[in-house]
C-alpha cells in the first residue's frame, strides 16, 4: 500500500526533482517505509512513489521501479493478490525475477501480455501510473472496483496525477478552481462521485479504467475498460444461478476461503477489523478458518450505549477463538479527530462513519499493518433496507398517471418554504416538525421517472443543492446516465448496481482508505474480489432479499461460523454522536466555521440559509444534522486548504 505520484511536462525539458519530491513527500502517511523518484528530463517526466512495505519488504520492492527490458517505469499503489500464480505462469513463458514484489509481476505481465491483458489477468486493489519509454505513452489505470484513488489533471501544458488531491497541489500549473456542480454533489450525497472531483479540471479515474495519454502539441487521452461491474450484472442475469440457498452459500463459503486466504498473504502482521455485524463477521469467521493460528481482531466501543457495538463484537470473538482487542472511545476522543478531518479527506467529505473509521485504524495500526474489512457486503448482498422501500416507494407512485404526478410535483414546489416551514412549525408547537424537508421530498419524487430517479432522491441528503448554493447545474454521473443493462435487472438487483457504481467506490472506499492510510494501515476488502462480485450478480434475488431481510446467503454463510442469535439484531451503523456534540462541546467549533461573514466572503454558499439551519438546530428543537455536516466539512476544508 502506497502513495504515487507523476507528472508530464508536454513542451520541453523540464528539472523536476523539486516538484517529485513536494508532490510524494505530502503523502508521508501514505508510505512511511521508503521513497522514491525516477526522472526523465528529456520527455519531461516524473513519477514518484512513497511505501509502505507489505510484500517483499526489502529493497528489491524499491519503486518507481523499471522493467526486465527498460522499456516501463511504474509506479504502483495497491496489492494484486494472485500475482504468485501469475509470476509462475511468467516464468514458464521464460521471465526470471529478481525479487518476490508484485509489482515486478505486473511490469513481467505487462511486457508479455501488454497493459490491458495484464490488468485483465491480475486481481487486486490498486492504482498504477505506468511510462513507456518507447512509445513516450503515459497509462493510468484503476482497479475493478474503485478501492484506490487516483486523480489527474491536464491544463497549462502539463499533466500531473497522485493519490491525493493535495499531491497535485505540488506540480506548477494554474491555480486549482473549485467547481460549482461538484459542489452541489457533494452536498447532494455528502460524497463527490466519480469522474469529478471539487476542482474543475481535476477528475477521479473511473473503476476498471485505464487512460493512455499521449503527446503531439496537446495531451491526447484514450479512455478503456478492462473490467465493468455493468457487464459483470449483464453476464450475471443471462446465466444466474440455478441452485438452491443452500447450494449457493456453499458455492460462497468457499469462493470466499479462497479469496480470503490469498489476501491475507503479507510479509507484515495482519488483522481484521470486528465490529459484530453480519459482514465483518462473515470475513473474520472465514479468517478464522483458513489461519494457522487466532486472527488478531479490532473493535471500538464508546460510551454512549446507543453507539456501542463493542459487546456484540467482543461475543464473536470469543465464539471464533480470536485474538480481540477493544477501545472504549470517550467523547473527546472522538471530537479530538474532527479538526483532523479536512488534511485526512483531501477533498470534502462529509460521511459522519468518518470519525469513528478513523479511530478504529488508528487503534489497529498500532498492533498490525494490515486489517480486512467486510466493506461491500451490503452493496453486493443487497443489505441496505432502502432498496425495499425504494421499490416500494416506486410502485406507489406508478399509481398514478405520470402527468398527474409531474402537475403536483411542479405545484408542490411553487410553495414558498418560508410558507412551509411556518406552518411545520406551527403544527408541530416549536419545529416544523420536518415537514419542509418531507414537502420539497416528495414534491421532487412526484416528477420522478423511473425507481433510479426515486432511489437518488431517497439517498440524497440535498434534495436540492441550489437552495444552498444558488443556481447551479449538477453534472452527469452514474445517477442521471445508469448503464443500459439496469434496466433489464430485477428492481433490487438494480439499485445494488446503482449504489455499487456510486456509493461504494466513493463514499465507502473514500472513508476506509483515507482514514486507514492517514496511519499508514493498509485494508483489505474480500468482498470487493471479482469473483464474489460476479457471483452476487448471479443470484436470483430470492437468494438474496426475501420478506423484509437482506443478505440471505451472507446470513447462510455466517450460520456455519457464529450462531444467529449473536448477530440478529437490528442494523447499527457506524456512528458517532455528533448532533448533540454540536450543541455543547463542538458548539464553538462549528461556530467558527458558519461565520457568517466568512461565507458571504467566499461567495459558495448562501449565507441566511447557513444561519437559519444553525440557528434551529442549535436552539434544540430541530435536528438539522444530516444538512449542517456536510456546510462544516465544506467550511473546514476551505479553511485547510486555504481556498477562497
Not at 493512455?212 to 491526447?220: A, E, L, S
Request: proline residues 6%; contains cysteine.
Amino acid at each position: 500500500m502506497c502513495g504515487i505520484a507523476g507528472f508530464w511536462r508536454g513542451r520541453g525539458q523540464f528539472d523536476g526533482q523539486e516538484v517529485i519530491e513536494a508532490m510524494t513527500s505530502c503523502m508521508h502517511h501514505r508510505g512511511p517505509d521508503d521513497s522514491g523518484r525516477w526522472l526523465d528530463s528529456d520527455a519531461g517526466v516524473g513519477l514518484g512513489h512513497r511505501r509502505l512495505s507489505i510484500i517483499d519488504v526489502s529493497p528489491l520492492g524499491h519503486q518507481p521501479m523499471e522493467s526486465a527490458s527498460g522499456r516501463y517505469v511504474v509506479v504502483f499503489n495497491g496489492e494484486l493478490y494472485n500475482f504468485a500464480t501469475v509470476r509462475d505462469e511468467l516464468r514458464a513463458l521464460g521471465h526470471s525475477f529478481r525479487g518476490g514484489s508484485d509489482t515486478e509481476v505486473l511490469l513481467a505481465a505487462i511486457e508479455q501480455w501488454d497493459v490491458t491483458e495484464a490488468l485483465t489477468r491480475l486481481h487486486g486493489m490498486f492504482a498504477i501510473g505506468l511510462w513507456d519509454r518507447r512509445e513516450l505513452r503515459l497509462t493510468l489505470a484503476r482497479d475493478r472496483l474503485g478501492e484506490k484513488p487516483l486523480y489527474y489533471t491536464m491544463n497549462g501544458g502539463r499533466l500531473a496525477f497522485g493519490s491525493e488531491l493535495k499531491a497535485l497541489r505540488h506540480c506548477p500549473g494554474p491555480a486549482l478552481e473549485i467547481d460549482r456542480g461538484s459542489l452541489a454533489l457533494f452536498f447532494r450525497h455528502h460524497y463527490i462521485p466519480a469522474p469529478h472531483t471539487i476542482f474543475s479540471g481535476v477528475h477521479k479515474v473511473m473503476p476498471g479504467t485505464a487512460l493512455t495519454v499521449t503527446f503531439n502539441g496537446t495531451f491526447q487521452v484514450r479512455e478503456s475498460t478492462f473490467w465493468s461491474l455493468a457487464d459483470v450484472a449483464r453476464k450475471g442475469a443471462k446465466n444466474p444461478f440455478s441452485g438452491s440457498l443452500a447450494d449457493a452459500a456453499s458455492e460462497l463459503d468457499e469462493l470466499l476461503c479462497s479469496v480470503v486466504r490469498d489476501e491475507m498473504v503479507s510479509d507484515v502482521p495482519l488483522g481484521a477489523f470486528l465490529s459484530g455485524g453480519v459482514d465483518s463477521s462473515t470475513i473474520v469467521g472465514v479468517m478464522q478458518r483458513v489461519a494457522s493460528r487466532p486472527v488478531r481482531t479490532f473493535t471500538i466501543g464508546f460510551t454512549e450505549p446507543a453507539y456501542d457495538e463493542s459487546p456484540h463484537a467482543e461475543a464473536v470473538a470469543k465464539h471464533l477463538g480470536t485474538s480481540h482487542t477493544t477501545l472504549m472511545i470517550t467523547p473527546a476522543d472522538a471530537q479530538a479527530v474532527i479538526p483532523l478531518l479536512p488534511a485526512i479527506y483531501d477533498e470534502p467529505f462529509a460521511d459522519s462513519s468518518q470519525v469513528p473509521t478513523y479511530l478504529v485504524s488508528r487503534m489497529a495500526s498500532e498492533h498490525v499493518t494490515v486489517s480486512p474489512s467486510g466493506d461491500g457486503g451490503d452493496e453486493l448482498f443487497a443489505g441496505y433496507s432502502r432498496y425495499p422501500q425504494s421499490s416500494a416507494v416506486w410502485s406507489r407512485l406508478q399509481g398514478t398517471p405520470a402527468a398527474i404526478r409531474s402537475l403536483a410535483g411542479t405545484a408542490m414546489s411553487a410553495v414558498p418554504v418560508p410558507l412551509l416551514a411556518g406552518a411545520g412549525r406551527m403544527l408541530a408547537g416549536g419545529d416544523d416538525g420536518g415537514l419542509e424537508a418531507r414537502w420539497t421530498r416528495r414534491a421532487r419524487l412526484n416528477q420522478a421517472r423511473s425507481d433510479i430517479e426515486v432511489f437518488r432522491e431517497l439517498v440524497s441528503m440535498w434534495n436540492d443543492p441550489s437552495s444552498l448554493l444558488g443556481p447551479v447545474t449538477e453534472p452527469e454521473y452514474a445517477f442521471t446516465s445508469p448503464p443500459a443493462v439496469a434496466a433489464s435487472l430485477d428492481p433490487i438487483t438494480r439499485l445494488c448496481l446503482m449504489d455499487a457504481l456510486t456509493y461504494l467506490p466513493d463514499d465507502i472506499m473514500v472513508k476506509v482508505d483515507r482514514a486507514a492510510m492517514a496511519v499508514s494501515l493498509e485494508t483489505r476488502a474480500p468482498f470487493l474480489h471479482p469473483s464474489i462480485a460476479e457471483f452476487a450478480f448471479r443470484l436470483p434475488v430470492d437468494l438474496k432479499y426475501r420478506d423484509g431481510r437482506g443478505k440471505l446467503v451472507l446470513r447462510e454463510v455466517l450460520d456455519r461460523y457464529v450462531p444467529r442469535e449473536m448477530i440478529e439484531r437490528p442494523k447499527q451503523g457506524f456512528g458517532v454522536p455528533i448532533t448533540h456534540w454540536l450543541r455543547g462541546e463542538l458548539r464553538d467549533w462549528a461556530d467558527d466555521c458558519l461565520d457568517p461573514d466568512a461565507i458571504r466572503r467566499q461567495g459558495h454558499l448562501l449565507p441566511g440559509k447557513v444561519s437559519d439551519l444553525w440557528q434551529r438546530h442549535r436552539s434544540g428543537r430541530e435536528d438539522r444534522f444530516v444538512e449542517l455536516w456536510p456546510v462544516l466539512m465544506f467550511q473546514s476544508w476551505l479553511a485547510h486548504w486555504g481556498v477562497e
